[in-house]
C-alpha cells in the first residue's frame, strides 16, 4: 500500500509511535510517505519505500498565527496525487484531523477518494482536545475520519465520554520492537553513571506539568535515603527548573543527572534498575512500554492506559496519583534484593511481549485495506 502519516516530528510519544509505524510498515514492503513540518527524529532516511515531505509556512507580516493547517491540507493533496497515496493516516487529532479532512475534500473535487485513519494518542483528547476552545472541530473531524483508533482501552472511554462519538473507535495499542530492545548494548557503560554499589533509578517525559516530575524527585529523595542510588531525568520541558531548584533544596543534586533531550534512551535504559512514571494522566504510557522491552520495572500512578501496560506486582507497582510514599516503598520492594530485581526485569520484558510490533502492526494494515476496499464503494447520494 502506498501510505501517507502526517504526525509531530518531536520527541513526543505521538510522533514516535508514527515513526516507528512507518518504519515497519517499510519493512514489510509498503511505499510510507511522511508528511510534517520537520524530519521526524528517529527517521532515517535509508530505505527506498520511505519518503519525507516537508510542510512550510512561508512567513507573512499579517500573520499573527501561522496557517499550518491550510499548508498541510495544501501539501497532502499535492503528495496524494503525485504519489498516488491510497490511504492517509494521521496522527494527534489536533490540527492533523482536520487538515486530513480538508485534503480528502478537494480531492473528491478532483473524483479521488481517500480514506483517512486517525489515531488519538492522549493529550489530543483529555488536556487539550476536550478544552471548549478546539471541542467543536475535533469532534467533526473525528466523526468525519474514515476509522478512528485509539492507543488504549481507556483512551478509548475517555473519549466517548468527553466526546459526541458517533464513529466505532478501534483500539490499536502502541508497540515497540522487543527483539530490538533485549541486550542491543554489549558494554552498557554503567559505570560512567554511578558506583559499582548504586541503584540506577530513570525518568523519560517532556517534563511537563502533567508528568508530576516533582513527583519522581520525592520518590527519589526517599528511595535514595535507604539504599545508595542516582536518578537519571531525561528529556527537556517546563518544569526542568523547578525540579533542578528542588533536588539543590533537598540535598541530593550530585545525585541527580538532568541529560535533556536524548537519541540514546535505549542506552541509558540499558543500565537502569528502575523506571518511574508517576503522570497525572497517560493515555498508554509509551515511556514505561520501553523501559520494560529492556527489562526495566515500572513504579508508576494506575491513571488513564498504565494498567493496561504495567501490570500489578509482575511488571512494577501501580499506586493513586500523587502517593509518592507507597509509590518509594514498593521501589524499595523491588530494588530489595539482587534476586526480586532480576525477577521483575523478567517479568517487564514478558509484559512487554504483548506489545510486540509484529503483533500490533497488522492491526493497522488490517484497517488501511478495510478503509481502502470502503472508499471504492460509491456512497449513497
Ligand atoms: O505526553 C507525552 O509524552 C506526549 C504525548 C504525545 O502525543 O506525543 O503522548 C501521548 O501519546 C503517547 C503515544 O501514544 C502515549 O504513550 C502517552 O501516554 C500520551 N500522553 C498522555 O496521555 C499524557
Same mark, same amino acid.
Not at 467543536?136 to 473525528?142: D, E, G, K, M, R
Not at 509482575?314 to 496519583?321: A, H, Q
Given at each position: 500500500?502506498?501510505?501517507?502519516?502526517?504526525?509531530?516530528?518531536?520527541?513526543?510519544?505521538?510522533?514516535?509511535?508514527?515513526?516507528?509505524?512507518?518504519?515497519?510498515?517499510? /519493512?514489510?514492503?509498503?511505499?510510507?510517505?511522511?508528511?510534517?513540518?520537520? &524530519? #521526524?527524529?528517529? @527517521?532515517? =532516511?535509508? !530505505? %527506498?519505500?520511505?519518503?519525507?515531505? /516537508?510542510?512550510?509556512?512561508?512567513?507573512?507580516?499579517?500573520?499573527?498565527? &501561522? #496557517?499550518?493547517? @491550510?499548508? =498541510?491540507? !495544501? %501539501?497532502?493533496?499535492?503528495?496524494?496525487?503525485l504519489h498516488k497515496i491510497e490511504v492517509l493516516h494521521v496522527h494527534y487529532a489536533i490540527p492533523h484531523a482536520y487538515a486530513g479532512y480538508m485534503a480528502k475534500k478537494m480531492l473528491e473535487?478532483?473524483?479521488?477518494?481517500?480514506?483517512?485513519?486517525?489515531?488519538?494518542?492522549?493529550?489530543?483528547?483529555?488536556?487539550v482536545g476536550s478544552h471548549p476552545f478546539?471541542?467543536?472541530?475535533?469532534?467533526?473531524?473525528?466523526?468525519?475520519?474514515?476509522?478512528?483508533?485509539?492507543?488504549?482501552?481507556?483512551?478509548?472511554?475517555?473519549?466517548?465520554?468527553?466526546?459526541d462519538i458517533k464513529k466505532e473507535i478501534h483500539v490499536v495499542p502502541n508497540f515497540i520492537d522487543i527483539p530490538k530492545k533485549i541486550n542491543p548494548f554489549t558494554d552498557c557503560q554503567r559505570t560512567m553513571m554511578a558506583d559499582r554499589d548504586e541503584r540506577i533509578i530513570t525518568h523519560v517525559s517532556n517534563l511537563r506539568k502533567v508528568k508530576r516530575v516533582k513527583d519522581v524527585i520525592e520518590i527519589f529523595d526517599r528511595i535514595q535515603k535507604k539504599i545508595p542510588s542516582k536518578l537519571i531525568i531525561v528529556g527537556e520541558g517546563p518544569e526542568r527548573e523547578d525540579c533542578e531548584r528542588l533536588c539543590a533544596q533537598k540535598g541530593i543534586e550530585e545525585k541527580v543527572l538532568f541529560v535533556g533531550n536524548s537519541n540514546e534512551v535505549d542506552k541509558i535504559l540499558c543500565f537502569t534498575d528502575l523506571f518511574i512514571l508517576p503522570s497525572e494522566k497517560e493515555s498508554f504510557g509509551l515511556a514505561a512500554l520501553e523501559a520494560m522491552a529492556c527489562g526495566v520495572p515500572v513504579i508508576s500512578s494506575n491513571t488513564g492506559g498504565l494498567p493496561e501496560v504495567n501490570i500489578?506486582?509482575?511488571?512494577?507497582?501501580?499506586?493513586?496519583?500523587?502517593?509518592?510514599?507507597?509509590?518509594?516503598?514498593?521501589?524499595?520492594?523491588?530494588?530489595?534484593?539482587?534476586?526480586?530485581?532480576?525477577?521483575?526485569?523478567?517479568q517487564a520484558i514478558e509484559a512487554a511481549m504483548v506489545y510486540d510490533t509484529k503483533k500490533i502492526v497488522p492491526m493497522y494494515e488490517n484497517l488501511y485495506e478495510a478503509a481502502i476496499d470502503n472508499s471504492r464503494i460509491p456512497k449513497p447520494q
Open positions: 500500500m502506498k501510505i501517507a502519516i502526517v504526525c509531530y516530528p518531536t520527541f513526543g510519544g505521538s510522533g514516535v509511535v508514527a515513526t516507528e509505524l512507518g518504519l515497519a510498515l517499510a /519493512e514489510k514492503g509498503h511505499e510510507i510517505h511522511f508528511i510534517t513540518y520537520k &524530519q #521526524p527524529v528517529r @527517521l532515517e =532516511l535509508l !530505505s %527506498k519505500n520511505i519518503h519525507f515531505h /516537508e510542510v512550510s509556512v512561508p512567513d507573512y507580516p499579517l500573520f499573527h498565527y &501561522q #496557517p499550518y493547517e @491550510l499548508a =498541510l491540507s !495544501s %501539501k497532502l493533496v499535492d503528495m496524494v496525487k473535487e478532483e473524483n479521488i477518494h481517500i480514506p483517512m485513519v486517525t489515531t488519538l494518542h492522549g493529550t489530543d483528547i483529555t488536556l478546539y471541542k467543536t472541530a475535533v469532534t467533526f473531524s473525528i466523526n468525519n475520519s474514515d476509522v478512528v483508533t485509539s492507543v488504549s482501552q481507556s483512551l478509548k472511554e475517555d473519549t466517548l465520554q468527553l466526546f500489578q506486582g509482575v511488571s512494577g507497582f501501580l499506586s493513586e496519583v500523587g502517593n509518592v510514599a507507597e509509590m518509594a516503598e514498593n521501589a524499595l520492594k523491588i530494588l530489595a534484593t539482587e534476586k526480586t530485581l532480576q525477577t521483575f526485569k523478567m
